[in-house]
């Protein structure tokens, strides 16, 4: 059954699932909808046109479904939608959508760790780790099982692609391709995401691959077009999964080019 602390506030309207928990003075918006067995802790809120999913965990003092901080903001009724088991760690953030009828996403089995921060119209795929006081600006893409450093910050628009990590303290401003590691201020690629690629059961081969592809992209100083071009015909002569998810980034829609 629901239970629900008698000193938190729920708004008339809000929408509890079987098995929700509510914790000590958590704040629920009347638009809110919350899936079955999620927690929501003592002093969390969860505000807005926001659907959360089964089993989250939001920590005490996290703000989820706060207003855009987009000033291009002109009403409406933006929304957040939040998919399963993901957890929220104290003081994190996650915002509504700017434009009415659109979405921020959350998808599932992410972490994101305390005082992190998800900002309007993010897309946010799943198994992602956000480390403490990672920050995400509006409209960024996030690909699955990419890691986030302690203090790093994606700029908006930017794309960070699957398995890939933003190391520590650094600030993205382009788009940070599949399997590999970036570093600095602006961060810059320096190296294969291997032991994330060890952890989700990629091969040696398919390592090597990838290590082999970023010698190729940002160590033979060939322009973008020629290495791309390189690596397509590596792709049709030796098919590889590592090959086609950095050429399918690549060659993607991007706002602010490839890191």
Request: a negative charge; proline letters at 3%.
């Amino acid at each position: 059954m629901t239970k629900i602390h008698p000193t938190a506030i729920i708004e008339n309207g809000a929408e509890l699932a079987d098995g929700v928990e509510v914790g000590a003075y958590a704040y629920i918006g009347a638009e809110a909808k919350i899936g079955e067995g999620t927690v929501v802790a003592h002093h969390a809120t969860v505000d807005g046109n926001t659907i959360i999913g089964k089993e989250n965990q939001i920590y005490p003092y996290a703000f989820i479904g706060g207003k855009t901080h987009d000033l291009k903001y002109k009403g409406g009724n933006p929304g957040l939608v939040i998919g399963d088991r993901n957890v929220f760690r104290e003081y994190t953030t996650a915002h509504l959508a700017t434009a009415d009828a659109t979405n921020t996403i959350i998808g599932n089995d992410n972490n994101i760790l305390a005082y992190s921060h998800i900002a309007h119209d993010c897309i946010v795929g799943n198994k992602i780790v956000m480390s403490s006081h990672a920050a995400l600006g509006g409209h960024v893409i996030v690909e699955d099982n990419a890691v986030i450093g302690w203090g790093s910050g994606a700029h908006q628009f930017c794309r960070i692609g699957a398995y890939a990590m933003l190391s520590a303290s650094s600030k993205l401003v382009k788009d940070l391709p599949p399997f590999f590691m970036a570093d600095g201020s602006p961060a810059e690629v320096c190296a294969i995401n291997k032991i994330n690629m060890q952890r989700n059961g990629f091969t040696v081969e398919e390592i090597d691959i990838a290590y082999s592809t970023f010698k190729l992209i940002y160590k033979r100083r060939f322009t973008r077009s020629h290495a791309l071009e390189e690596l397509s015909a590596r792709e049709e002569a030796s098919p590889s999964r590592i090959t086609k998810m950095i050429l399918e980034f690549a060659r993607g829609s991007s706002e602010r080019g490839i890191a």
